[in-house]
């Protein structure tokens, strides 16, 4: 009788990982889209654009790039377990997806200021339990969520009053809305040029011990 040399049990390789780790940093991308939008309406909530329809490209920013972009960044964010990251992402994408939409439907909503007012003091309080999150983060994120704090707080106070608009509380805000958009746009260069190249280029103050202060990219950019 011959011998049936052919193994029952052949050794299979080890199954890959179906969801391979994320190699680039989502961060940026969400930071990019958060911060010109909200230097699009923060000029606007200063009043320094008074054009009728200034508002139709902040809700087109609103609704595909601090909206859209921003929020499928924060799922990367929660695919790369940073739940400070995903959080903050998707919260804000979501603020502004719901800017999007309830900023089309004031004008036939009649009186609305206080629950206006309510809503901006709940993203107000929102983002200063997450800037206590960012002392652990960097100096750049715990910039961006303390004057983001101040922004809505500012806001929430003018959406309370009543009489004409705008406000001179929401113009204030207007103001701190464009120091946040401007800082938030430095937090997301930063992540862009210091990975691109290698170093640190754009410091943002790391807090976390042993964190590396740039993270050379693991396939060099094309040329």
Not at 39 to 67: D, M, Q, R
Request: overall charge neutral.
């Amino acid at each position: 009788m011959n011998e049936d040399t052919r193994s029952l049990h052949p050794e299979r390789p080890p199954a890959e990982d179906p969801l391979p780790a994320v190699r680039g940093d989502p961060a940026p991308l969400g930071l990019a889209g958060f911060a010109f939008t909200t230097l699009l309406l923060s000029i606007v909530n200063t009043n320094l654009l008074k054009e009728a329809g200034a508002i139709v490209p902040v809700l087109g920013l609103a609704a595909f790039y601090g909206g859209l972009a921003q929020f499928v960044a924060g799922l990367f964010e929660f695919r790369r377990g940073n739940t400070f990251g995903a959080t903050a992402l998707v919260s804000y994408a979501a603020f502004w997806l719901s800017y999007w939409w309830i900023a089309q439907r004031l004008a036939f909503a009649g009186d609305v200021h206080n629950a206006l007012g309510l809503f901006l003091l709940g993203w107000c309080i929102f983002t200063a339990y997450m800037a206590v999150a960012a002392f652990r983060v960097s100096l750049a994120v715990l910039m961006v969520l303390v004057l983001l704090a101040l922004t809505y707080l500012f806001l929430a106070i003018g959406a309370f009053q009543t009489g004409a608009q705008p406000h001179a509380m929401t113009q204030v805000g207007g103001w701190f809305g464009i120091a946040t958009g401007l800082v938030a746009w430095y937090a997301s260069a930063a992540g862009v040029i210091n990975e691109t190249h290698g170093r640190t280029v754009l410091p943002v103050g790391l807090r976390r011990p042993g964190q590396a202060p740039a993270r050379v990219p693991s396939v060099p950019p094309e040329a």
